[in-house]
Every structure is written in structure tokens, then in C-alpha cells.
């Protein structure tokens, strides 16, 4: 697996994870395009210190990402990490019970490291139907009350009507989307960064 920098981080710098899909891996476009290098610019502009690893591997699933942590935890502690993932389960129609089970997992192991959570609420397509949908959103709104754990957002409702902000799959955001996907977050993240610096 390859990560976008290395796990090399030296010992006082404070670090944030991005465990995620192909929406924090840049999928389609130049890697400075995404949310994750603007998230870095606005970061340093705004005086705040912290190394960003992203680990985030395009199709992923959770999964995945709960198979290849403890190879990651084994390098680094996350001051802080940003969980984006269960929009391919959910294209992929993996069952409730997995996507929850592996989520929990994830959070539970970040825990452990003492690491602050943020965790991304996934959307859907409204074809697959209501019932299906509101019980996949269930699952991060009943993870997002835990005490580690932020729920946060990072699709705009409209992003999926304006052409020029989906590419031609109409799955993966342009990267005219990124800086409104990075907006969205912020107010998310904002806090954690605070949190972290005061501790």
C-alpha cells in the first residue's frame, strides 16, 4: 500500500489520518487538486502544525480499510483521523450489518490509540430506495454519538446536479468540487485542531 507521504513522523509534530476512498484520493484528477492538499494549505495559512498522512486508496471498502489499520497504527498514532469510507459498500450493496461491523471496528481501534475521530457521513443515490438508505445513514449517526467521535460532512446535497462539479461517471467529484468539499468539513474539523492544540 502506498501512501501519499511518509509514515516517518517525527516524534513532537502532531498528526492527522485520512482513512478513506477514492473521494480523499484525488480519483480522477492531479493529487494538488484535491481536498486533502487544500486541506494542507489551509492548514499552514491558518498556523496550524500537524503532519497529514493519507492512506485513503481509491475503491475501497470498510472492509478494506479495517484489514490494512493495524498496519498503519503500527507506524503512527493519529493526533487525529478523518474516516471517509462506506459509499462503496453501500454502491456495492454490502449488507447493514458488515458496514456497521467494520466501521465500529475502525472506531473502536482508533480509539485505542487515543486518537480524536471525525467521521464522514456518507450519501447514496436515492435508486436504492429509502428504507436501504436511511437505515446506511443510521450507521454513522449511531457511531457519531460515541465520545471519540465528531460526525461530520463532506458532500454538498447539490453537488450531484451541477454537472460541472461530477466527472463523467457521475460518481467521483470534479475538482471544482474539492474547495466546497473542503468548506463543508471544515467546521467539522476546526474544533478537533483546537482540541488537539490545547491538549
Known sequence: MLLSVSLCVPAAE????????????????????????????RMN????????????????????????????????????????????????????????????AIVEKLAAVDSRILLVEMLLPPNYGGAYIEKFVGIYKTLGVQDNVTLGRMLPDTIAEDPTLMQDDGIHPTAAAQPLMLELLWPYLHPLLDQNNNS
Open 14 to 41: 502532531k498528526t492527522i489520518l485520512i482513512l478513506g476512498d477514492s473521494l480523499s484520493a484525488a480519483y480522477g484528477m492531479n493529487a494538488q487538486a484535491g481536498w486533502v492538499s487544500l486541506l494542507r494549505a
Open 45 to 104: 495559512r491558518a498556523g496550524y502544525h500537524y503532519e497529514i498522512i493519507n492512506a485513503s486508496v481509491s475503491g475501497d471498502t470498510t472492509h478494506g480499510a479495517h484489514t490494512r489499520l493495524d498496519a498503519i497504527l503500527k507506524e503512527i498514532r493519529p493526533d487525529i483521523t478523518i474516516v471517509e469510507l462506506g459509499g462503496n459498500d453501500g454502491l456495492r450493496g454490502i449488507s447493514l450489518g458488515e458496514i456497521r461491523t467494520n466501521l465500529s
